[in-house]
């Protein structure tokens, strides 16, 4: 008797099953993570059930401008092996024809995303380590509140490539943790945002003007954290960032690689310090 396999959108609660999944990868998904991933495109998480029961996982986010981002693509440990993992990807993938798609590729599946047609941008280096002591908070730096969020969301999209304004409008007040922006002359320079995760916190995204700001943003973003946990995901290119990462005193954990179907946006990364998340970009 054939097996019954059916491929649908994840419901809330199914999506926080795949979030626990990829705790249990490594990937320390943060505490609120979830919703505000699905607020930005409820139509955008896939499964792949077995006999009624969820086997595989699979994002694939869409965004304004005819873009889209892939991720959370895991299958269940004993269920790996079996071609279930392609089954999905193929009919997740078949609905963003004429899109352009980037993801954050784990190293053992770089390959796979390449037969795909997915094209090697850069490398993402996770420098981790405890939060360093810091002192006096730069006074230019202020909280992401309602007078500047317009500004902050237009200097997110120069650096994510798109508008994101679903999204933000949760990332950029989380439930634990907190968002800053570096204003100078009523000129935002750059912003970042820390939340709580699985282990520690992680910083998400830091984008800035110049290693200085990104520098006073990222000790205002861990300051009362002296010890804890703190996680920042460091595009390759960008020496400074990596310096920045290492002088804080947190080392590399692991790697992925940004990947590209299709035309890949034209980012700023000697701006860009921290990727927003490997999930959704």
Known sequence: MAED?????????????????????????????????????????????????????????RYDGGFAFVGFYICRPDLRGRGLGLKLWQAALAGLSGRSMGLDGVVAQQANYATSGFVLAHRNNRYGGPAPAVGAVDPRIVPVDMAVRAAVMDYDARHFGFQRPRFLASWLVPTHGSALALVEDGTVKGYGVIRACRTGYRIGPLFADDPACAEALFRALVAGRTGEAVFLDVPEP???????????????????????????????????????SLELG
């Not at 059916?6 to 943060?30: H, M, Y």
């Open 238 to 276: 960008n020496g400074a960032a990596a310096a920045l990462a290492q002088t804080a005193g947190l080392a590399p954990v692991f790697e992925t690689a940004r990947m590209y179907q299709g035309p890949a946006p034209a980012l700023p990364l000697a701006e860009i310090f921290g990727i927003t």
């Open 5 to 61: 396999l059916r491929i649908g959108l994840l419901s809330a609660p199914e999506l926080d099953t795949v979030v626990e999944w990829a705790a249990t990868e490594g990937w320390n998904p943060g505490l609120a993570d979830a919703p505000i991933f699905h607020a930005q495109d409820p139509q955008g998480f896939w499964g792949l059930f077995v006999e009624g029961a969820l086997a595989v996982s699979l994002s694939t986010v």
